[in-house]
């Protein structure tokens, strides 16, 4: 029997879908819907089935109405979403805290604790939320199931998630590190020990998830022990449009000077990592300008690098260990530069990059030289097929034994 699940992941101003055989992997359709609940513009709906794309606007308030606009994209262009062929719905939540260490089956309880752990993700459970609530309406006898992007980085140990604060900020106020993209990092170390023809219960990991939001994870035997970003996706790594790593002193600094909460917060956001330093977080552009010698773009690349290289050799002094680094995400995946750049600064671990296989080959492969001591590879992440994995594995149930 095929696994039929309908992965939504809700954003405060988007939804996007997949219809995914969590069997195959085979995906049925793809949708994004932009601009929900946005009073001065429009929102565009794109619906892709079998390589076709359809496009329309429409008036779409909230999450509901965006809810039913995809159903009304699926029964125009297919494939047809009967109560048959859909086993079940599968919901990226961002924040599971420290009480989802696994995927959940949604019910009322499940719902009031992601409600509760909104705090710690403002931004990301409300909108999680309305598209869970909207799913349910639409598909009220249909399974469906949250799967955390935190969940993964659950097993960290104390030493790796406790940060050396009060004990009142970490009791009262849940400060710990948290971690995000757990099911990209899930994923692509599966995988990566798949690709080493190896039991994932016995390779030791470093997942480079680099994309506009980017972190990095050490993975132990299949179990995550450590990773970059923390109480919120802000801190490790330099990315997009946020700094990663800073002295703890800053706010205090900035406030001294005049800078409000307000704009310190916006510009943590929004203002700063490739973008603070360039003036735009498109990786692209940032490697033209290095290649046509603009000294900020190689400044850039330079920092992201060095911090890269950073992470890679703590992680591999935690791990005891490493068998592999995996590239993943948008730069990842399409940055031989600075993947170049990284491996370049990894000789101690005896790293050596083959940079024919580095600048060109099939989407999955490795790009070190035979003689290096630790492979690297580029392994494309697929966020969708894990959560419609993870989702079949709760609502399946396997066949009766014979
Ligand atoms: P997210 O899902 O976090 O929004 P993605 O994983 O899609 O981000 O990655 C977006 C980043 O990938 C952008 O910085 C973009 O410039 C970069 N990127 C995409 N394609 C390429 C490419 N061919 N070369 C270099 N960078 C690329």
């Not at 990209?184 to 997942?207: C, F, I, K």
């Not at 050490?218 to 990663?244: H, K, N």
């Not at 704009?263 to 990786?283: E, K, M, P």
Request: hydrophobic content about 45%; charged content about 20%.
């Amino acid at each position: 029997m095929t696994a039929l699940v309908l992965v939504l992941n809700a954003g405060s101003s988007s939804l996007k879908y997949q219809l995914v055989d969590a069997d195959t992997g085979a995906v049925a359709a793809v949708g994004l819907l932009e601009r929900i609940g946005e009073s001065e513009a429009r929102a565009v709906a794109r619906h892709t089935v079998l390589g076709v794309t359809t496009t329309r606007e429409a008036d779409v308030p909230d999450h509901a109405a965006a809810i039913a606009l995809v159903l009304e994209a699926f029964t125009t262009h297919g494939p047809a979403l009967t109560a048959t062929s859909l086993t079940a719905v599968g919901h990226r939540v961002v924040h599971g805290g420290d009480r989802f260490r696994s995927p959940a089956l949604l019910d009322g309880q499940v719902i009031a604790a992601i409600e509760d752990l909104v705090p710690l993700a403002p931004l990301h459970n409300p909108a999680n939320l309305a598209g869970i609530r909207a799913a349910q309406a639409a598909f009220p006898d249909t399974p469906q199931v949250a799967v955390f992007d935190t969940a993964f980085h659950q097993s960290l140990p104390p030493h790796a998630y406790t940060y050396a604060v009060p004990r009142v900020w970490r009791e009262r106020h849940r400060v710990r590190r948290y971690g995000f993209h757990g099911t990209s990092h899930a994923y692509v170390s599966r995988r990566t020990a798949v690709l080493l023809g190896r039991d994932p219960a016995e390779v030791n990991v470093v997942v480079l998830h680099l994309g506009n939001g980017a972190s990095a994870a050490a993975v132990q035997g299949g179990v995550c022990i450590d990773t970059s970003m923390g109480l919120s996706p802000l801190e490790g790594l330099v990315m997009g449009t946020r700094p990663g790593d800073l002295d703890p002193a800053l706010p205090t600094h900035l406030a001294r000077q005049g800078v409000s909460l307000a704009d310190y917060d916006h510009a943590l956001q929004s203002d700063s990592g490739l973008r603070g330093l360039t003036g735009t977080n498109d990786f692209r552009e940032i490697i033209a300008r290095v290649d046509a010698g603009d000294p900020d773009a190689e400044l850039a690349l330079d920092i992201v690098s060095y911090r890269l290289a950073k992470y890679v050799g703590s992680y591999a002094v935690a791990l005891g260990r490493l068998d592999a680094l995996a590239f993943t995400a948008g730069i990842g995946e399409n940055a031989p530069r600075l993947r170049a750049e990284v491996i370049g600064r990894l000789g101690l671990l005896g790293m050596r990059l083959d940079v024919a296989r580095n600048d060109s080959g099939p989407p999955e492969r490795v790009i070190t030289s035979e003689d290096s001591a630790i492979p690297a590879w580029v392994v494309p992440t697929n966020e969708e097929l894990e959560i419609a994995r993870q989702t079949a594995a709760l609502t399946v149930s396997p066949p009766a034994s014979p």
